[in-house]
């Protein structure tokens, strides 16, 4: 595939070209959308100081679509100053603004109105979806054309969609086609790419003519086989005359080291700028057992943390920049190199994986010695057939992936003659000036360093550098620091520094004169004071319904939240149950609940479950009269899956919130024993065995799921019958414990499938009421999986169901109008179970040039909190039942932005719910630590 595009970015096997210019790309994502505004300039000076050249952005469809035609691209969505600046600061751009993005953002993007319409096919060659992405698509790019490189930004290129692989897409290549024919109209001239999540180029591009296919790896960063794997993809993309780039690691530059040493030409660790996800932005999915809750810390460890703090790993990623730029042109246009002839001693391939060779353009060889073991490794290398280093040893620490040249011309660095056929240390920085080269090295501890010079004249050396010659024409210098001056026959002067690895990690340049710049991006400086705060509380009601607002009538049958214009925030349902006189509840079951579902009867609170979009039964304390029961259900979206995952319905792609419905139950029946039990050899017998005229008369009769046998898998039909109350109208089956699957039928007919996730599937259907009814279990188990037990429950249908909701302009609206009614308090502060509050916090003085971690500590209770009428950050503290996984971040910490503050009378306003039945729900302390500056 020969890539040919209008602008000034051209690919080929041997890379990528910019103006002319070849270029090896280091790309930070960086997204606008988790920084304040006024913090975007200093995250992209900091990129640009840590030696990267570019950033990567996703631009989400539904931050700048909160509603159906309601687009807003102003203040902190204003995309066109974000770009402006990346430009400015001189920066390259990889756009992707999807219209799917992952990102652990809510939804990954895709507005949830598009949830609602079962006739929209999302991430397809769907006419509904596209025409939906059309109008996005429109908005946005005409936005990115303006600030592509040689217009008024620096974007290089921009994706389509994001790791279609990992999705069940029907036709990936009418999908990304269609994607592509959008970006064309636009008038996009720089290459189109998509990424491959998990390795299958097709099905993430479709091979659609015109669009580049990239790569994101995530392996164990000491996987001895990487390299092997990375090889393969440079190979393949080879024959196509592309180059290998990965749009998304890992952050850690041993890593990057390594992938970059194995071909690839553009490096994307991914989130190595951190951020905050503010508002009610955050994602659910599959990152827990199953179940996770994105944190609103979104912070994965990389080189600028999410409050903006340099990290050591921003050394590594300057030093490891340095490298690239030391050589130039030449390595960006280099080869990786399949038969190099470079030998390693030492260590065995899954210690030291290398060497790992790229042919330079115009002669020599980088490679890498990755350790990936846990101790270091003293090795040698065979070049040309002698071993090096001769006078020293090449000690590994762990964890390092040094990065060596071998018989390089010295002619890269404009000398006429001579070569550097071998250094056990690490060329960080060149420069020229006038007929004077000088090269910078860098190791850990002693290092040899080996030059071909045949015009040599003279030799001067410095602070502990020894010089030693084979001939005249070979010279050896080691030494752990110091310099020589190097005097050609030509009259050119060749100088050496050599830096120990801690220094070189502060090099920042070298002057027109000579001279090493050494600054310390680490340096923190913090003069700030915490504030002193006023605390006072507020009591919400049972279930804190008077913060829903918009009430809305849905009559007998609860609907998805999405259903009624519901997309992000809180929402409480209302019910009553209408039944017999007599009848007692024992508990109450949700249907399709999620996210975070809070259950109250008549203003009792029950417990708090989360239960993945999956249906649940909450069992009350006591039992309570159907009917005298009012129901409230209290559901947060704490957001929508950014991935699709088909283990819970929560997961999926267009999983919605809220619940479909409640079930008073007024009988539990759990089926033990007297199953009559028929065992088969394959799945193929069901019109046979689950027909309710199948004679069972000669079945074995056994207890459910006690069946033995020298069969695996073992499949087997489980039959009983039971009486079904005329007073009830709905039924469900819940297998707890199951780790089998089975399949189920009522009266002959299959009623559906129960599996370890899922193990609550409804019968109503299908149950004849007031009558006997036959349950037939068809069991699939292997090597004695446990079975779990069999529970009917029996019950009746709440209706009159309303719905009310609150996001987060209504939540700030309510707390200002709680401040008035609040009483005097102090940490920590202790609810009842199930109960809700407002605390309030006056803080008059607050300095606003700084940033701010807020920590809190406490028990059984979540927080969302809000300043200035933003809502900055939602926490759960540990709990003893209800809450469940958090993943992305520090779980315990909101962020406050000083840009957000003002200089006196700020408001902080934490909405407190206590989540235990059976425990209080404490905040034990608030932590308030000024975020430390640097560079």
């Not at 002193?532 to 009559?555: C, K």
């Not at 008073?664 to 033990?672: H, I, Q, R, S, Y």
Request: glycine share 8%; net charge negative; proline share 4%.
């Amino acid at each position: 595939m020969n890539i040919i595009n209008k602008t000034a970015v051209q690919l080929s096997n041997r890379g990528i070209s910019i103006d002319g210019k070849p270029a090896i790309i280091l790309c930070a994502s960086l997204f606008y959308f988790r920084i304040p505004r006024e913090l975007w300039k200093d995250r992209l000076r900091k990129v640009k100081k840590a030696g990267y050249n570019c950033i990567d952005v996703y631009f989400p469809w539904n931050f700048h679509e909160t509603e159906q035609n309601k687009w807003d691209f102003s203040g902190e969505k204003d995309v066109e100053v974000f770009l402006q600046m990346a430009a400015d600061e001189g920066l390259y751009v990889v756009a992707r603004p999807g219209p799917y993005i992952c990102s652990e953002w809510d939804g990954g993007a895709l507005p949830s109105y598009l949830f609602a319409d079962s006739k929209v096919r999302l991430r397809d060659n769907d006419p509904a979806f596209l025409a939906h992405v059309g109008r996005w698509f429109d908005r946005i790019l005409s936005l990115l054309k303006k600030y592509e490189l040689g217009q008024k930004g620096s974007i290089i290129c921009v994706q389509l969609d994001n790791e279609l692989d990992f999705y069940g897409c029907q036709d990936p290549t009418g999908y990304i086609s269609a994607l592509r024919d959008m970006a064309l109209t636009h008038s996009l001239e720089v290459p189109l790419v998509a990424c491959a999540g998990q390795g299958d180029l097709y099905k993430a591009s479709g091979n659609a003519t015109g669009v580049i296919p990239t790569c994101n790896f995530y392996p164990n960063d000491r996987d001895p086989d990487f390299e092997s794997k990375v090889h393969e993809y440079v190979e393949r993309l080879e024959k196509q005359n592309l180059p290998l780039m990965v749009t998304e690691t890992n952050r850690s530059h041993f890593l990057l080291r390594r992938l970059f040493a194995a071909g690839a030409k553009l490096l994307g660790p991914y989130l190595q700028v951190s951020g905050t996800n503010f508002g009610f932005s955050n994602a659910a999915n599959n990152w827990g057992n199953p179940l996770s809750l994105l944190t609103s810390d979104y912070d994965f460890g990389g080189m600028i943390s999410s409050t903006g703090e340099v990290r050591p790993e921003a050394l590594e990623g300057r030093l490891m920049s340095h490298i690239i730029d030391s050589v130039g042109e030449p390595l960006a246009q280099s080869l990786y190199k399949k038969n190099h002839g470079l030998t390693l001693k030492g260590a065995l391939p899954n210690e030291v994986t290398g060497p790992n060779v790229l042919e330079l353009e115009g002669g020599g060889y980088l490679y890498s010695l990755p350790n990936v073991s846990e101790r270091g490794q003293t090795v040698s290398v065979q070049i040309g057939g002698q071993f090096y280093p001769k006078q020293t040893k090449l000690t590994i620490s762990k964890g390092r992936c040094p990065l060596l040249l071998a018989q390089t011309p010295l002619s890269h660095w404009g000398l006429e003659q001579g070569m550097l056929e071998f250094s056990s240390a690490e060329l960080i920085y060149s420069r020229t000036i006038g007929n004077q080269s000088i090269l910078v090295f860098s190791a850990e501890g002693e290092s040899e360093t080996v030059f071909h010079l045949p015009e040599l004249i003279n030799v001067e050396t410095e602070d502990g550098i020894l010089l030693s010659r084979a001939n005249d024409s070979h010279v050896v210098f080691t030494g752990i620091s110091g310099s020589a001056v190097i005097t050609l026959a030509s009259g050119q002067i060749l100088e050496l520094r050599m830096l120990q690895r801690e220094k070189a990690l502060n090099l920042r340049e070298v002057t027109a004169d000579g001279s090493l710049i050494f600054d310390d991006l680490l340096k923190r400086v913090s003069d700030a004071e915490v504030p002193s705060i006023q605390w006072g509380i507020s009591p919400l009601n049972a279930g804190a319904s008077e913060l829903g607002e918009n009430s809305q009538h849905l009559g007998d049958q609860a609907v998805f939240l999405e259903n009624q214009g519901i997309y992000r925030g809180y929402a409480w349902y209302q019910a009553k149950v209408q039944s017999h006189s007599g009848d007692h509840v024992h508990g109450v079951l949700l249907q399709d609940a999620s996210d975070i579902c809070s259950v109250y009867t008549n203003d009792t609170f029950q417990a708090t479950v989360v239960p993945g979009g999956g249906s649940v039964y909450v069992p009350f304390k006591e039992d309570r009269f159907a009917d005298q029961l009012k129901l409230l259900v209290r559901s947060e979206i704490w957001g929508h899956s950014n991935f699709d995952d088909a283990r819970l319905p929560a997961f999926r792609m267009n999983g919605q919130k809220g619940i479909t419905g409640a079930i008073a139950v007024t009988k539990l029946m759990e089926f033990k024993g007297n199953w009559r039990f028929k065992s088969v050899r394959s799945r193929n017998e069901h019109e046979k065995y689950t027909i309710e005229s199948c004679d069972t008369e000669t079945w074995p009769i056994i207890n459910w799921g006690s069946w033995m046998t020298e069969h695996h898998p073992s499949y087997g039909y489980y039959k009983k019958t039971f009486q079904a109350s005329s007073k009830s109208n709905a039924w469900y089956l819940n297998l707890p414990g199951i780790r089998a699957l089975a399949t189920v039928f009522i009266n002959g007919d299959e009623a559906g499938k129960v599996n370890p996730l899922t193990p609550y599937l409804e019968l109503t259907p299908w149950i004849k009421a007031g009558e006997e009814n036959q349950l037939t279990l068809f069991l699939e188990t292997f090597y004695g999986l446990e079975t779990g037990d069999v529970i009917l429950y029996e019950g009746i249908k709440a209706k009159e169901w309303e719905v009310a909701s609150a996001g987060e302009k209504e939540l700030w609206n309510h707390a200002l109008a709680a401040q008035s009614e609040t009483i005097a308090a102090e940490l920590p502060v202790e609810l009842l179970p199930g109960s809700s509050a407002w605390l309030m916090g006056k803080i008059e003085q607050m300095d606003s040039t700084h940033c701010w971690e807020v920590m809190f500590n406490g028990s059984n209770i979540k927080v969302t909190v809000f300043v200035n009428g933003r809502l900055i950050g939602r926490i759960w503290t540990p709990s003893q039942t209800s809450k469940p996984q958090m993943r992305g971040g520090n779980e315990n910490m909101a962020y406050i932005p000083g840009p957000w503050l003002r200089g006196e009378g700020n408001t902080l306003a934490i909405l407190l719910e206590s989540t235990e039945r059976e425990y209080m729900g404490v905040l034990e302390g608030i932590q308030f630590s000024p975020v430390k500056s640097n560079i």
